[in-house]
C-alpha cells in the first residue's frame, strides 16, 4: 500500500467538497446581480428540462438588475414561469424581448437568513471533510490489521490525514467568513 498515493487521493476528493461548496456559495444573492443566480434554473424547453445558460444569454447590466435574452422568443414565458416557480425569490418582467430580473434591497432578516445558509453549506462541507479523512482511516487501520503496513506508518499516515483535514477545513472557514462578510455588507 501507497501511503502517499492514499492521501494524494484524500486530498483530492476534499478539494472536491470544497469546489461543491464554493459552487453552492455562488448561488446565494448578496444583494448583487450575479448570473450566477439564474443560470441553473431549468425550463421546460422543446418537450424537456433545459438550464437558463443552455437557451438565452444572461447579463447584468447594473448592479441591481439582470437581464435573460432568449436566443428562440418563443421562450420568453416559459422563462418567466421557471424564475417565478423557483427559488431565486426575484420576480420577472417580460417585456417581449427578455425577461428582466431586479434584485430587491437586502432587509436585516434576509441577510441573517442568508448568513445561516451560508454556515450551514459551510458545515456540510466539514462534515465531507471528517467523512472523507474517516474513509481513510478506516483504510489504513484495516491495512495495519491485515499487516499491509506497519504501526509507524499507521501513525505517520494518522498524522498526514489529520494535518490535510485541519488544512481544508481552515480553507472552509475562510471561505466562509468572506462570504458571510459579502452577505453582511450593505
Known amino acids: 500500500m501507497d501511503i502517499e ?3 494524494l487521493e484524500a486530498s483530492k476528493k476534499m478539494i472536491l467538497a470544497i469546489d461543491h461548496l464554493e459552487s453552492e456559495l455562488k448561488t446565494i444573492n448578496t444583494g448583487r446581480a450575479n448570473s450566477l443566480l439564474v443560470e ?3 425550463v421546460d424547453c422543446y418537450g424537456s428540462k433545459m438550464p437558463i445558460k443552455q437557451i438565452a444569454s444572461i447579463a447584468t447590466p447594473s448592479a441591481n438588475q439582470i437581464t435573460i435574452t432568449p436566443w428562440d ?5 416559459n422563462i418567466e414561469t421557471a424564475i417565478r416557480n423557483s427559488d431565486v425569490g426575484m420576480a420577472p418582467t417580460n417585456d417581449g424581448k427578455s425577461v428582466r430580473l431586479a434584485l430587491p434591497p437586502m432587509t436585516e432578516d434576509r441577510r441573517n437568513e442568508l448568513i445561516k445558509m451560508v454556515s450551514r453549506f ?6 465531507s471533510l471528517r467523512v ?5 482511516w478506516d483504510h489504513i487501520q484495516k491495512a495495519e490489521k491485515q499487516s499491509i503496513i506497519t504501526e509507524d506508518d499507521r501513525d505517520k499516515a494518522k498524522k498526514r490525514i489529520d494535518e490535510l483535514t485541519s488544512e481544508k477545513n481552515n480553507l472552509v472557514g475562510n471561505i466562509i467568513e468572506k462570504k458571510r462578510a459579502e452577505v453582511s455588507s450593505v
Open 132 to 136: 472523507i479523512r474517516g474513509d481513510f
Open 73 to 77: 422568443s418563443g421562450l420568453l414565458a
Open 122 to 127: 459551510g458545515e456540510e462541507a466539514k462534515i
Open 5 to 7: 498515493k492514499e492521501i
Open 40 to 42: 441553473g434554473v431549468d
